[in-house]
């Protein structure tokens, strides 16, 4: 008796205990997670630090991406030409890169322009609010593009999400709508760029890393900013004779932006993209509690509660996207399986014919 019911008990721990390469394996994916947050938080809160006129006062946007680019061109090129970390893509032509990476570079400055100007005028707990509309324009632009089928489940989850940050732009106590402008415009344009870097080239069969990605993009997008930095911010910074170049702001700063980069590339490699939307969401409200407690910007309940429903619309959506990839692989495994007992069919089909002649032969 007592043998009878310690096996199953014994069966039952040993299936419920995880295996040390599981532990491993999800400890590291919570250390890639922990890294990503780390560093996408500091380099939030390091701009806006830097282009709040009450904080360091510096409210020069175009000049500090361009500062980033700069930085980010140099350090690639060395990682790539200098200490060969990584391979460039053997199908990168210059007819592809002037169709494909001038593009989408464009956008990107546009893009990192924008989102940086908008530090100036909102807080960074109701910027991260505006950016919960990121799967929004992603799905919409994807949908225009003809790169995302439309669904009316899908259209109404998006614009779920998009009346909780209606209601949270509603309730912000300091609204400015040159700066949700700004942000909004951002968005838009990052969201541009990510269909077009899966249609021009995920669908062609270039995939970049952010080392190669930088590597091709960042002098892009410092050519890019060239032109309005020289006509909108070069003649004031002539003008501000008081203006010193602080290595050590804007050298550890160019540094974070860099090492956000390779974060992404470590975070989505080792895990998936859906996991860093995941882990964005967290982030989320880990700024908006440090913008409130630390920076001392004004959250009202109505702020939370719109935001809490686009919360929810986000989480919804990842959760969708994870249920159909699930199923997709499922299928997809399925159909490997019925291509594996094909084979073996045919298999044993032709070891039955050639017995049969051998047979016949011998006969």
Same mark, same amino acid.
């Given at each position: ?22 532990? /491993? /394996? ?20 390091? *701009? ?41 893509? +053997? ?65 109404? *989850? ?19 709508t040159w700066g949700v402008l700004l942000q909004l415009g951002a968005v838009a344009f990052e969201a541009t760029r990510l269909v077009l870097i899966q249609i021009l080239l995920t669908s062609k069969g270039i995939s970049l890393n952010p080392i190669t ?86 959250? +009202? ?16 959506? *990842?959760?969708?996207?994870? /249920? ?40």
């Amino acid at each position: 008796m007592g043998a009878a019911t310690d096996a199953p008990t014994t069966s039952a721990s040993s299936t419920t205990t995880l295996s040390p390469s599981i532990i /491993k /394996k999800i400890l590291l994916s919570y250390t890639y997670v922990a890294i990503w947050i780390f560093l996408s938080f500091t380099v939030i809160v390091y *701009n806006k630090y830097i282009l709040d006129q009450k904080l360091y006062n510096w409210p020069y946007p175009i000049s500090l991406t361009l500062i980033h680019m700069g930085f980010c061109s140099s350090i690639a090129a060395l990682l790539v030409r200098v200490f060969h970390v990584v391979d460039l893509p +053997t199908s990168m032509s210059p007819r592809l890169y002037l169709s494909s990476v001038v593009p989408i570079g464009a956008l990107y400055s546009l893009s990192l322009w924008l989102s940086n100007s908008a530090y100036i005028y909102l807080s960074v707990s109701f910027i991260q609010m505006l950016k919960a509309l990121m799967p929004v324009a992603v799905y919409s632009i994807g949908v225009l593009f003809r790169k995302d089928s439309f669904k009316s489940s899908t259209m109404g *989850n998006m614009l779920a999400i998009s009346f909780g940050v209606a209601i949270a732009a509603y309730g912000e106590a300091k609204f400015d709508t040159w700066g949700v402008l700004l942000q909004l415009g951002a968005v838009a344009f990052e969201a541009t760029r990510l269909v077009l870097i899966q249609i021009l080239l995920t669908s062609k069969g270039i995939s970049l890393n952010p080392i190669t990605s930088l590597y091709y993009v960042a002098p892009c997008c410092f050519v890019f900013l060239l032109i309005p930095w020289i006509t909108v911010e070069l003649p004031i910074l002539k003008e501000n004779s008081t203006f010193h170049f602080d290595y050590f702001i804007f050298g550890t700063n160019s540094f974070c932006a860099f090492a956000l980069n390779l974060a992404v590339f470590l975070l989505v490699g080792k895990t998936s993209a859906l996991t860093m939307n995941v882990a964005g969401v967290v982030k989320d409200w880990l700024l908006i509690a440090f913008s409130w407690s630390v920076i001392k910007d004004t959250v +009202t309940p109505v702020n939370l509660f719109g935001y809490g429903l686009a919360f929810w619309g986000v989480a919804y959506y *990842n959760h969708s996207k994870l /249920k159909a990839l699930r199923e997709k692989e499922a299928a997809e495994r399925k159909d490997e399986e019925g291509d594996d007992e094909e084979s073996g069919r045919l298999l044993d089909q032709r070891e039955g014919d050639v017995i049969t002649r051998r047979n016949e032969s011998e006969g």
